[in-house]
């Protein structure tokens, strides 16, 4: 066969004439730009341009493009393309940036066919595209933006991506050097950031930028950031995060940020001293008279030298005493606007490398099929027939499956449907969804097992004396995270016995132990590449039973003589679990005479999470109590006298792992529908009632206060239309205020969400506002939508995203965003918005409706826009 692929003539063996598209341009051409979401057609990050018109290259053969023009992000070109792809780095659309080359074609065919859309236009065009960031409001803008700039006739010059950079292991000097581990600065003026933290579109790349720039008076465009790990040495892992310890290098609960405000400030503080001290040896000159600016060393006399004419000889020199970092009034780029993503360009053009991209020489593609039901394992296998699958290699039982190797992961998936398994499902989870939720609330009434992690004053006695009282349970269902790109790992045995691995990891020293035991090497043996992740949402936090643990064991398997990459596809990603807990709350709460809050009793029932991750478990599981399950709970805003807080270790097979905002996405939308009904039923604002629990959290006061009065609470609205609110001390301080209506069809519909944030000192504030909106649609569509289903005899039943329904662009509300200015020590934001979203809508929905519901998703009960 022969396609024209960007502009040039290919020839296609015969036997790809039924392979999908995506894999032949992927695979077979190497234009990796293209990304595999889900397979079915129902995400479209395989977006490829076919005659100028967006289609899905996951549901397109390849024989069906013969004698048409396929474009890819790589090849795509033109005032359009261009024009798109400046809206959308000046506009900070991206974040993880998986989903964004699809979503770039998307625009450039809508504006190919229509120059001036409208917003119903934009929506119903897009909504084929899931981002699972939620960048869909500056997509939005973005398209708008687009069509302005081609209006008016301007030009706007073609993005390049810049050169990838290689991070090497750390010397043991490198090691023990205050700077060298996170700034190198090179020959080119480059200054090359090492981040601890991976970027995993929550923009922790831009915001160490930002602060080294800011520290090192440096221009902020030469400022490069890359993923570092394997910094252990004499003085412990140079990564490890001040927030958990400092001993363990991990990403996760939204601490990057915090945990690294120090480190990064004073590390670029201590290079400019350097760099300074350089150039006063040079001319002889004292140090304190010299300036720095933009990248340049200046003295009184009109001497100047660049960053890279002092780099070599300020590495060499000690870090003069004293240095600290600058005062806050002296900030030029810290808190204020303008900052664009570092990592936006790649990512716009299909250049960035996630591990699903990963190349090399001799390296075979791994499929997993994982068992129907949790807890199975290998009866039996016939492989005759994946065997004979062309480009099929090796057939290989794993701990969790079944895994088929083959040159191409089309090769590998044909095998892997070909495959005969007999599963023994003796320990297996034969309990559906529903006789799980029954089980959970049958712990709960009965309080067999519960654990009292919180017990103030006298509960019983004040919830007896109380004027009004609530008792009310909620259910929330297992949730997926979803990422947009499938779990993936690769692996290599070096000929000097180093295993390299490859994973978009939050937690390389978990990569390390893990793979060392599977391989039986010493754990200093193993090398962690952490690549940039298409999405995580606390996947990515996994210690054991994933794809690194796979591929370890595939590449044992066969004598680790070939580079084997696991490539989850998106049905068995959710057959192995991981899942949010299930959970089920019940409350029961009274106010006094006076209407003022007196008792709160707090029970809980879901499966602890903390004791599937190494290190964690001993200090977040302790004496019975689980941290995930209880934060949120334990630890409100508000101020109550009488308080006790309960929580139960559910029992199942079925795995579980962190998920965005972890136990608050389930326990603040307890905590806050239930006072939202106590207002009710004492007769009280919802407000009022919050503002008086709030007087002893003055910062989360103050984010409720704003909320209020930019959404206009206590104002009319009118017919069909209510407010719901809720407030929150999670990682920051915040408070949200959604707006919905009802229309015609009985549909609810979110219109509008105000949110106020106090998270500290404000680093990059578009940014924030970026992690603040996805982190809203995230949790809306979790409200709406979001439940793993597993049906009769435990079966799993939600494999893909026809069966786990994502937010798409119609359904998404405006935002408006209060970010208060602080000056304390900022506080993350990855996860802060996620758990006032179920609560607020609920709250919400019980204003316009006189419905209450307390069970998960919306979906089950009302239909949701």
């Known amino acids: 066969m022969q396609l024209v692929v960007n502009g040039a003539d290919v020839e296609i063996d015969d036997r790809h004439a039924k392979t999908p598209l995506l894999w032949v341009l992927r695979d077979v051409l190497?234009?990796?730009?293209?990304?595999?979401?889900?397979?079915?057609?129902?995400?479209?990050?395989?977006?490829?341009?076919?005659?100028?018109?967006?289609?899905?290259?996951?549901?397109?053969?390849?024989?069906?493009?013969?004698?048409?023009?396929?474009?890819?992000?790589e090849g795509a070109s033109g005032p359009v393309v261009d024009a798109v792809r400046d809206a959308w780095h000046r506009g900070n659309v991206v974040q993880c940036g998986y989903c964004q080359p699809g979503q770039t074609l998307a625009a450039v065919s809508l504006l190919g066919s229509d120059p001036s859309p409208d917003d119903p236009k934009i929506d119903e065009w897009m909504s084929g595209n899931l981002c699972r960031c939620g960048t869909y409001p500056r997509i939005r803008a973005a398209i708008h933006e687009a069509a302005d700039t081609l209006a008016a006739g301007d030009d706007p010059a073609p993005l390049v991506a810049p050169p990838e950079l290689d991070v090497g292991r750390l010397t043991p000097e490198e090691a023990s050097d205050p700077v060298h581990?996170?700034?190198?600065?090179?020959?080119?003026?480059?200054?090359?950031?090492?981040?601890?933290?991976?970027?995993?579109?929550?923009?922790?790349?831009?915001?160490?930028?930002?602060?080294?720039?800011?520290?090192?008076?440096?221009?902020?465009?030469?400022?490069?950031?890359?993923?570092?790990?394997?910094?252990?040495?004499?003085?412990?892992?140079?990564?490890?995060?001040?927030?958990?310890?400092?001993?363990?290098?991990?990403?996760?609960?939204?601490?990057?940020?915090?945990?690294?405000?120090?480190?990064?400030?004073?590390?670029?503080?201590?290079?400019?001293?350097?760099?300074?001290?350089?150039?006063a040896e040079a001319w002889d000159a004292p140090a304190v008279e010299l300036e720095v600016e933009n990248g340049v060393v200046r003295d009184k006399r009109g001497r100047q030298a660049a960053f890279a004419e002092l780099a070599a000889r300020a590495e060499q020199l000690p870090v003069p005493e004293g240095v600290e970092p600058k005062d806050a009034a002296d900030y030029k780029l810290i808190g204020r606007e303008g900052r664009l993503r570092v990592d936006a360009v790649p990512k716009i053009l299909g250049a960035t490398h996630f591990t699903i991209d990963l190349s090399l020489p001799g390296m075979l593609t791994a499929v997993v099929l994982h068992p129907p039901r949790f807890g199975a394992t290998v009866a039996a296998v016939d492989d005759r027939a994946a065997l004979a699958e062309p480009g099929v290699t090796a057939v290989v039982p794993i701990d969790e499956g079944v895994a088929v190797v083959a040159e191409a992961i089309a090769d590998a998936q044909r095998g892997l449907r070909a495959l005969v398994v007999e599963w023994d499902e003796t320990d297996a989870e034969r309990r559906s969804t529903t006789e799980l939720l029954a089980e959970h609330m049958r712990l709960l009434e009965s309080g067999e097992k519960a654990v009292t992690s919180r017990d103030d004053g006298d509960v019983d006695r004040a919830l007896a004396d109380a004027g009004s009282t609530i008792d009310a349970t909620y259910a929330l269902p297992y949730l997926a995270h979803a990422a947009m790109e499938p779990n993936n790992a690769a692996c290599r045995m070096r000929e000097d016995g180093v295993l390299d691995v490859w994973a978009a990891t939050e937690g390389p020293q978990y990569v390390k132990m893990n793979a060392a035991s599977i391989a039986g090497v010493d754990i200093e043996q193993v090398e962690v590449h952490v690549t940039f992740a298409g999405g995580s949402f606390g996947l990515h936090s996994s210690a054991e039973r994933d794809p690194v643990a796979e591929a370890v064991q595939i590449a044992r398997a066969l004598d680790f003589k070939h580079p084997i990459k696991v490539q989850s596809l998106r049905e068995e990603e959710f057959k192995v679990g991981r899942y949010r807990a299930m959970a089920v709350h019940r409350v029961r709460a009274g106010v006094d005479a006076d209407g003022r809050l007196s008792a709160w009793h707090q029970q809980i029932v879901a499966a602890p999470t903390s004791v599937n991750l190494p290190f964690v478990r001993d200090v977040m599981f302790t004496n019975g109590v689980d941290f995930f399950t209880t934060t949120g709970a334990v630890d409100p805003p508000y101020a109550v006298e009488n308080f006790r807080v309960e929580s139960t270790n559910?029992?199942?097979?079925?795995?579980?792992?962190?998920?965005?905002?972890?136990?608050?996405?389930?326990?603040?939308?307890?905590?806050?529908?239930a006072i939202d009904e106590l207002a009710?039923?004492?007769?009280?604002?919802?407000?009022?009632?919050?503002?008086?629990?709030?007087?002893?959290?003055?910062?989360?006061?103050?984010?409720?206060?704003?909320?209020a009065e930019a959404a206009g609470w206590g104002t009319p609205l009118p017919e069909r239309r209510a407010r719901g609110i809720t407030s929150s001390g999670f990682i920051g301080h915040s408070a949200n205020v959604t707006e919905i209506s009802l229309d015609d069809r009985g549909r609810v519909r979110v219109d509008r969400i105000v949110f106020a944030l106090d998270c500290g000192r404000n680093v990059n504030p578009d940014l924030i506002r970026a992690q603040v909106e996805g982190g809203l649609l995230w949790g809306l569509s979790a409200a709406a939508w979001g439940e793993v289903v597993l049906g009769e005899g435990g079966e799993i039943v939600t494999q893909n995203f026809d069966r786990y329904p994502i937010l798409r662009m119609r359904s998404v509300p405006r935002i408006e965003i209060h970010l208060i200015e602080s000056t304390e020590a900022p506080t993350g934001v990855g996860e802060v918005s996620v758990p006032s979203v179920a609560p607020a809508l609920a709250n919400a929905i019980a204003a316009l409706t006189g419905t209450r519901i307390r069970n998960l998703p919306f979906s089950k009960t009302i239909k949701i826009a």
């Open 650 to 673: 559910f029992e199942s097979r079925i795995p579980t792992m962190v998920w965005r905002s972890v136990g608050n996405s389930h326990t603040e939308f307890a905590r806050e529908s």
């Open 181 to 279: 581990p996170y700034i190198r600065i090179h020959a080119d003026g480059t200054v090359v950031a090492y981040s601890s933290q991976i970027e995993m579109g929550q923009g922790i790349h831009t915001g160490l930028a930002t602060i080294v720039a800011e520290e090192l008076d440096a221009d902020f465009d030469s400022v490069r950031v890359v993923n570092a790990a394997n910094g252990a040495g004499p003085n412990g892992d140079v990564y490890g995060n001040p927030a958990a310890g400092g001993g363990l290098q991990l990403t996760g609960a939204s601490n990057s940020m915090r945990g690294y405000w120090i480190r990064y400030r004073l590390a670029a503080a201590q290079a400019r001293a350097r760099l300074v001290a350089a150039a």
């Open 680 to 707: 009710i039923a004492a007769g009280r604002d919802p407000v009022d009632l919050r503002r008086e629990l709030l007087a002893g959290s003055p910062r989360t006061l103050r984010a409720l206060e704003l909320a």
């Open 30 to 73: 190497g234009l990796r730009g293209t990304k595999f979401g889900c397979g079915a057609g129902f995400c479209a990050a395989c977006t490829v341009l076919v005659d100028g018109r967006n289609v899905k290259s996951c549901q397109t053969t390849t024989e069906r493009a013969v004698g048409k023009a396929v474009t890819t992000v």
